[in-house]
């Protein structure tokens, strides 16, 4: 077992293009300094979780410990969503030098606010 709880299966991970784009052009979005998150329900009976960081975020380094955060925090707090949700969270640039507590911090507030919305 994974520290600190239970590891993100493939089943809880967004990966087709198709479905990023479907929530960026459908779903509802909530963002603030480091972050924005597009979400909207699915039929899965759980939260799925997609992760976007471009190249002009910074080098690889840099793109992989932002997923990581992000993954990490979602492996956390995923039970406190509560509703399925497929839910993509896009980092923009002012990301690239965010300490973990920031991120983290940031991170409650977007899914809090995605907790007050129902579809």
């Not at 293009?17 to 329900?41: Q, T």
Request: charged share 30%; proline share 2%; hydrophobic share 35%.
């Amino acid at each position: 077992m994974h520290p600190g709880g239970e590891r993100i299966q493939k089943r809880d991970k967004l990966l087709k293009r198709s479905k990023f784009l479907y929530l960026a052009r459908y779903g509802h979005s909530v963002h603030n300094r480091y972050f924005v998150v597009a979400y909207c329900s699915n039929r899965f009976g759980r939260p799925r979780l997609g992760v976007t960081v471009t190249r002009k975020i910074g080098g690889a380094v840099v793109r992989n410990r932002l997923k990581r955060i992000v993954r990490e925090y979602f492996r956390r707090h995923r039970h406190q969503i509560g509703e399925s949700r497929d839910i993509n969270v896009i980092a923009k640039k002012a990301a690239a030098n965010v300490s973990t507590g920031q991120a983290f911090a940031a991170l409650e507030y977007l899914f809090g606010k995605i907790r007050e919305h129902t579809d």
